[in-house]
């Protein structure tokens, strides 16, 4: 059963308890990523993610580490682009102690100066380690050059020059600001007693101000643009992609078939036609980047450098016929029963469970019951890919990303053309 509170000063507390299980995933959860950072605070939103395990008033570093592990736990956080979350994975029975910890990291860090300079050079590794990685590095410059000049375009983790920029200051104000009541609430999913933990949280968690900064948001606005990358590589990595869709757009069950046939697994259009027909890369798949506002619908394939060229083709051509013609109704039919049961299948353990719980609140401000997504996807019709198609594939609104060994060749807009 789902159940939700709002403590006295506007966090919210959403459970779902699952008697079978004997683990509790919990999270914190703040309303803020990447996103809301201005130019020269990119990066600071995943900075504090770091910072916040680095020792609070009561506990050293290694104290949270050794508590959690003592009971055989799991402690971690990330950082999105609108979201930042901080959870335990635990048995039931030790949830207490681990909110307890949770709220102690999450209001009580004490950002030591010695912490700072040496967490600052742990995220520079980090940077380092994704531009050394192509299949994630090159989804970084999609981002950045297809949305130029855009929040969102920027790359979570911040660049060498804006970590290097970051101070105490900068942390402590920018934390201020934003990890206020109204942003914050706490998810579990597990045994887990909902009234129980309203309780702890309304301890715990009570006295975090309700007022906090307010953050216009706005959606960027796309290009057409082919970017080359040059980079010393074995292979030729590839990202092209269109404008895409905002998490509650009317759509959304369309794009979720839609991206299943194209490229969302073993049986999909791409990987039949370029890998298994083919031969020609180990890795194509496609996906989807939804926001409140606003989002991309992507393509990613790592290919040898002599035949970058066919890939394209075979690539874009495929997307051309969906546009043109949609999917054939075997086609729909297995992607809407594929989407069923990976949906059913990914909500077998906690951590899945409470992942739902917090994003359908931080897009929905309400569950979307199972039921309720399967009758949205079955009511899915091809008219309704063919309208999505169109709109996210269009030559003169796609951006395409090549990183690797160009060897003196650069791609134009022209690898577009087959969708005009």
């Not at 990119?42 to 504090?48: A, E, L, Q």
């Not at 770091?50 to 971690?76: C, P, S, W, Y």
């Not at 299943?260 to 039949?272: C, E, N, V």
Request: proline share 3%; net charge negative; aromatic share 8%.
């Amino acid at each position: 059963m789902i159940q939700k509170s709002t403590l006295s000063n506007g966090v919210r507390v959403l459970t779902e308890s699952m008697p079978s299980m004997v683990s509790t995933t919990i999270g914190v959860w703040v309303e803020n990523g990447s996103r809301y950072e201005v130019g020269p605070e990119n990066g600071v939103s995943h900075f504090i993610e770091h910072l916040l395990f680095k020792g609070t008033r009561t506990r050293t570093a290694a104290q949270i580490a050794e508590q959690i592990d003592a009971v055989g736990g799991v402690l971690n956080a990330f950082t999105g682009k609108e979201y930042t979350c901080y959870y335990a994975k635990v048995l039931g029975e030790d949830l207490r102690m681990t909110i307890e910890l949770l709220a102690d990291i999450f209001l009580d860090s004490v950002f030591a100066p010695e912490e700072i300079d040496r967490e600052r050079q742990v995220v520079l590794q980090e940077i380092s380690q994704a531009e050394d990685t192509p299949d994630d590095f090159i989804h970084d410059l999609f981002n950045l050059h297809f949305w130029q000049g855009h929040p969102l375009a920027l790359p979570i983790f911040g660049t060498v020059e804006t970590v290097n920029a970051i101070n105490r200051e900068m942390l402590v104000s920018f934390m201020k600001d934003r990890y206020r009541a109204g942003r914050v609430f706490i998810a579990a999913a597990g045994a887990v007693d909902h009234a129980e933990l309203v309780r702890d949280c309304e301890r715990l968690f009570g006295n975090i101000p309700g007022d906090g900064k307010i953050d216009p948001i706005t959606a960027p606005q796309e290009r057409l643009m082919v970017l080359n990358h040059a980079k010393k590589l074995e292979q030729a990595h590839l990202c092209l992609g269109g404008p895409g869709l905002a998490q509650t757009d009317r759509l959304r069950y369309a794009a979720y078939v839609l991206n299943t046939a194209l490229g969302g697994g073993m049986s999909s259009r791409l990987f039949q036609e370029v890998r298994e027909k083919r031969g020609r890369v180990y890795t194509i798949y496609s996906f989807m980047s939804a926001f409140h506002d606003c989002g991309y619908f992507g393509i990613y394939a790592g290919t040898s450098p002599e035949w970058v060229d066919e890939v394209i083709d075979v690539t874009v051509k495929e997307v051309a016929t969906i546009v043109r013609d949609g999917l054939r109704p075997n086609e729909l039919e297995r992607a809407k029963s594929q989407l069923k049961g990976n949906m059913l299948l990914g909500m077998e353990s906690t951590d899945s469970r409470m992942n739902r719980l917090a994003r359908n609140e931080i897009y929905f401000r309400r569950d979307i019951p199972l039921e309720e997504i399967a009758r949205g996807i079955e009511s899915v019709t091809n008219d309704q890919v063919v309208e999505l198609a169109a709109s996210c594939f269009r030559a003169d609104r796609m951006g395409m990303v090549l990183l690797g060994d160009l060897k003196g060749r650069e791609l134009g807009p022209e690898v577009f053309a087959n969708l005009n």
